[in-house]
């Protein structure tokens, strides 16, 4: 009894009972191992546009079905500059399994590893799979935690949404360039000297 009540004060004391954890709302700097063992920072993958990350792995069978249309989406909307990072959270000791999994299925993504779980518990995710919808800007547009079937119809709207809202944000970055550009020739033709 005197054992069980130390223990209560100390979880009690160690855990504090409805503890807030604060999620960041903007992806945070981390490199990751692709499966050719070379490291890479996540934030590259924003420079040609939004990404969706997706976190999952071989033992998971809701994520091997979503996988299936993360590709398609991958294919269908590349163009857009829109592309799918998909994380695998195995262990090290499974990291072989995943290579030839990877490469049995011909997935059109790239594919990062995050062995010890550090980037998914960075970006708030506790359940697989786990997906983040990310803008350029490197702020989170959409969380999505597990996977039923028809979720993908929600998904590949919300990636329309997501790759006009920053076409929209490019397309006004154009147009200030633009307009920047038109001041700067204004102002050299009123300064270009008058021939004669």
Request: proline share 5%; with cysteine.
């Amino acid at each position: 009894m005197k054992k069980t009540m130390l223990m209560i004060i100390y979880l009690v004391m160690i855990v504090p009972i409805g503890a807030k954890v604060e999620i960041e709302n903007k992806l945070p700097e981390m490199s990751l191992k692709m499966l050719n063992g070379k490291s890479t920072n996540i934030s590259s993958f924003l420079e040609d546009g939004p990404i969706l990350i997706n976190f999952w792995a071989t033992w998971c069978a809701p994520c091997i079905k979503e996988m299936k249309y993360l590709d398609k989406f991958n294919k269908n909307y590349g163009e857009s500059g829109f592309q799918i990072v998909s994380i695998n959270t195995d262990t090290p000791r499974s990291l072989s399994k995943v290579k030839s999994f990877v490469k049995s299925r011909g997935y059109s993504f790239e594919v990062l590893t995050d062995p010890k779980s550090e980037f998914i518990r960075k970006v708030g995710g506790k359940v697989l799979p786990y997906l983040l919808l990310v803008n350029t800007d490197g702020t989170i547009f959409k969380r999505h935690m597990g996977y039923n079937p028809g979720d993908e119809i929600t998904l590949e709207k919300e990636i329309l949404e997501m790759i006009a809202l920053n076409s929209a944000d490019e397309d006004s970055k154009e147009i200030v360039n633009e307009e920047e550009d038109l001041k700067s020739t204004d102002e050299k033709s009123d300064e270009a000297p008058i021939s004669e």
